[in-house]
């Protein structure tokens, strides 16, 4: 009995021992196998000594010998740079806060070339955010964001490549004037405004009048053409009824020549009568003026139609055609 006894303590010796064994074994394996998240690295030390780095999936170690590291975010990080007074060229203080874009690009060198990647980074932002602003004047600095943001991504993005770090943008959210210079610039801007209105609206007086007396220019410009062209025409008018006149004289005096002295009788008498009847047909007429010489009137009238019935006036007898020279008004031409 003491023999079985003793065997069956051995028994439950080596199976104590074998379940100690198994679980070295499985926390062995779980101590060597390591599996990184997808967008990390993390970095082996062995020894406390780095090694190398482990890329996201399933990683092995040694176990017992290796160790993780510094676990490593490598996506695109943004920082908040905290808010601070700043003094620009022009001595006005004006607060200014902004973000930072970032990602670790060499594991290594961001875990071990620098102790506290965020707090440097957003230290860094600030003391370059007070050295660019500072040269600036607060206009300047107001509307002048992009260029400061260009100039801070330029000097970031130099200063933490030693940190394995790409700074990839760099913007100001923020730049506040306090609340006097605020309303300083109000009242300024509102004064310009106005001055701009009241320059514009002088312009457009000066341009109103230069306009209006343009107009009045080229009104009296074409007034007096108007009335140089009226004359012009008025002169031709009475050229052309000038020598209208003269032809008709002209062949008057051919026909006094050629037809004698009946011919000249016939045209005077023809004249007398035109003259009469239209003196006669006249609506302001109101009374008609009779020659005295009505006998003598009706005479020459007898003797004008005596003509169209007669012979040709060479051939007609001067005396038929004579007309009493008391008969023709005056007024004939």
Not at 97 to 107: K, L, N, P, S
């Amino acid at each position: 009995m003491a023999a079985s006894g003793g065997e069956l303590h051995m028994e439950i010796g080596f199976g104590v021992v074998w379940i100690l064994v198994l679980v070295l074994v499985i926390a062995t394996v779980f101590a060597g196998a390591k599996t990184v998240p997808q967008g990390q690295v993390w970095t082996v030390e062995r020894f406390g000594a780095f090694v190398r780095e482990l890329p996201p999936g399933l990683n092995f170690l040694i176990p017992y010998v290796d160790r993780v590291g510094r676990r490593l975010n490598v996506q695109e990080t943004v920082l908040d740079i905290p808010e601070q007074s700043v003094i620009t060229k022009d001595n006005a203080t004006v607060a200014v806060d902004g973000v930072i874009y970032y990602r670790v690009m060499e594991a290594a060198k961001a875990a071990y070339q620098v102790a506290n990647l965020n707090q440097a980074l957003s230290t860094l932002a600030m003391t370059n955010i007070r050295a660019v602003i500072g040269e600036l004047e607060l206009d300047a600095a107001l509307s002048s964001r992009e260029r400061i943001n260009t100039h801070l991504l330029n000097i970031l993005d130099g200063a933490t490549s030693p940190w394995g770090v790409k700074v990839s943008r760099v913007e100001i959210r923020r730049i506040e004037p306090p609340e006097n210079l605020i309303r300083a610039m109000n009242m300024q801007m509102t004064a310009e405004r106005e001055r701009r209105a009241a320059v514009a609206k002088a312009e457009g007086e000066r341009q109103a009048a230069i306009m209006r007396a343009e107009g009045g220019k080229q009104s009296l410009i074409l007034a007096a053409e108007g009335r140089q062209q009226a004359a012009e025409r008025d002169g031709e008018a009475r050229e052309r009824l000038a020598r209208a006149e003269a032809v008709a004289t002209s062949a008057v005096a051919a026909a006094a020549r050629d037809g004698g002295e009946a011919a000249l009788r016939y045209f005077i008498a023809e004249r007398y009568v035109q003259a009469f009847s239209a003196m006669a047909a006249s609506r302001n007429s109101r009374l008609v003026v009779v020659p005295m010489e009505a006998t003598a009137m009706a005479g020459g009238i007898a003797q004008a139609m005596e003509l169209l019935r007669a012979p040709p006036l060479a051939q007609a007898p001067a005396a038929a055609l004579s007309l009493p020279a008391a008969s023709v008004p005056t007024v004939l031409r």
